[in-house]
């Protein structure tokens, strides 16, 4: 834990200790201690995904396997490796709908009839991926793999 955030809890404690003491509300305590939260998960480095998603292709409806996808994700950042440009893409939080907390860390791909969930929890520090609506995939959801950067691979 950096110092700054040490130097916050304990300034927090001891106001929560006198305001206790003193019988007084203390609804801006609540909302200093989400802060100090929120800035712990947005300090959060990136984690990069592998996920074996099945993908539906073309208008027969038959579904393929792709291989692996591989997602960096961080605080308000989701996004995918791009094998033939070698780099990720855009980021498609700012499109689509993510979401940070102190469980998970989450993005959400809506389409018109399916979403795609692709997240981290953190009590478990397992990655997944989740199909939402008509996908008419073989399986709905799955694990992802924790993996290296694939930026800094040579190959």
């Not at 809890?9 to 927090?12: G, M, P, V, Y």
């Not at 009839?113 to 969930?117: E, G, I, Q, R, T």
């Given at each position: 834990?950096?110092r700054?955030?040490q130097e916050i809890?304990?300034?927090?404690l001891l106001t929560f200790?006198?305001a206790?003491?003193?019988k007084?509300?203390?609804p801006?305590?609540v909302g200093?201690?989400?802060?100090?939260q929120?800035?712990?998960?947005?300090?959060?480095?990136?984690?990069f995904?592998?996920?074996?998603?099945?993908m539906?292709?073309?208008?027969t409806?038959?579904?393929?396997?792709?291989?692996?996808r591989?997602f960096?994700?961080a605080?308000?950042?989701?996004?995918e490796?791009s094998?033939?440009d070698?780099?990720?893409?855009p980021?498609?939080?700012d499109?689509f709908?993510c979401?940070?907390?102190a469980q998970?860390?989450?993005?959400?791909?809506?389409?018109a009839?399916?979403?795609?969930?692709i997240?981290?929890d953190?009590?478990?520090g397992r990655?997944?991926?989740r199909?939402k609506g008509a996908?008419?995939?073989p399986?709905?959801e799955?694990?992802c793999?924790?993996?290296?950067?694939p930026?800094?691979?040579?190959?």
């Open positions: 834990m950096t700054w955030l809890f304990r300034a927090t200790e006198r206790v003491a003193m007084i509300r203390v801006l305590l200093l201690c989400a802060a100090v929120s800035h712990a998960a947005w300090s959060m480095p990136p984690r995904l592998s996920c074996d998603m099945p539906q292709i073309g208008s409806g038959t579904v393929a396997q792709a291989g692996p591989i960096r994700i605080p308000n950042s989701l996004e490796w094998v033939g070698r780099e990720f893409g980021n498609l939080c499109t709908s979401r940070s907390d998970k860390l989450e993005g959400s791909l809506t389409m009839s399916v979403a795609f969930n997240g981290i953190h009590a478990t990655g997944y991926w199909a996908s008419n995939l399986r709905v799955g694990a793999d924790l993996v290296a950067d930026s800094l691979s040579k190959e």
